[in-house]
């Protein structure tokens, strides 16, 4: 299997991953900020329920890649205020939940 590219279920795992752990690949796969440019939407439109953090990191890492290819803008398309605002709103809905319903999602 080629390095620049992530596997499917069927190649090299037998399960599907959830958006928030596959964005982290998928965004350093980025050749150009077109690519980028095309994910920018997905992740600010999508409701990301962990892992802000990583695809953050990711994200700005990528654009670092990728700087000296295209320009890059200082709010970086609003990709990292986007996932800080959802990061605070999964915060506070876990807060609001009692113990006995954290208790039963493990």
Do not use: Y
Not at 21 to 39: F, W
């Amino acid at each position: 299997m080629a390095a620049d590219r992530v596997p499917t279920p069927t190649e090299e795992t037998s399960e599907l991953r959830p958006f928030h752990e596959t964005i982290v690949d998928i965004i350093g796969l980025a050749k150009s900020g077109e690519g980028l440019q095309i994910l920018e939407p997905l992740i600010k439109t999508t409701k990301i329920p962990a892992n802000h953090d990583a695809i953050a990191q990711a994200w700005m890492k990528q654009l670092r890649k990728l700087n000296g290819r295209f320009p890059v803008e200082k709010d970086n398309w609003g990709v990292v205020a986007s996932l800080d605002q959802q990061k605070q709103a999964a915060a506070e809905d876990a807060g609001s939940k009692t113990w006995f319903e954290k208790f039963n999602e493990i």
